[in-house]
């Protein structure tokens, strides 16, 4: 059973989760949305969608992985990287975000900061000591230069 546990301690599987939870939401009878929230909402979604790959992608061209428990064998700065240190998590966040909008479920819109909580707290604050034991000073510059979710320093 610890190895199952441990297989799903993952991003994409606390993503599912949360985007379950909203769902689940969405059969609450409090709409605040209504079409702007599809179109914002389908934005939103596809806008994370595209953020993920072209991270993805990005470390594949670094040949590094994208496995959160995993060492990595580079450090990307390059690409979208150069404005989030974690692009993937910002795309799972904007598609939780846009998933709620197009369903509209306003209830669970606080899913959005918890999901955000859980991912810093068991794997981006280890992401980050495993970069610095890699790459030392090189992660501290990029880290004092790019901001965890969004934006440049």
Do not use: C
């Not at 059969?27 to 949305?33: A, E, K, N, T, Y």
């Not at 990595?72 to 910002?90: D, E, K, M, Q, W």
């Amino acid at each position: 059973m610890r190895p199952l546990l441990s297989a799903l301690d993952m991003p994409p599987f606390w993503l599912a989760a949360h985007l379950m939870l909203a769902w689940a939401v969405s059969f609450v009878p409090v709409r605040l949305f209504g079409a702007v929230g599809i179109w914002l909402g389908v934005a939103l979604i596809l806008a994370g969608l595209a953020l993920i790959a072209a991270a993805v992608v990005e470390m594949a061209r670094r040949r590094t992985t994208v496995i959160p428990k995993r060492d990595p064998s580079a450090l990307v700065t390059s690409g979208v990287f150069r404005f989030s240190r974690n692009p993937i998590y910002l795309g799972d966040a904007l598609v939780l975000a846009g998933a709620i909008l197009f369903w509209d479920a306003a209830l669970a819109l606080p899913l959005v900061p918890l999901f955000i909580w859980l991912i810093q707290t068991r794997f981006i604050k280890d992401e980050e000591a495993r970069l610095t034991l890699a790459f030392g000073p090189e992660f501290d510059l990029w880290a004092q230069r790019v901001r965890r979710w969004i934006g440049r320093r």
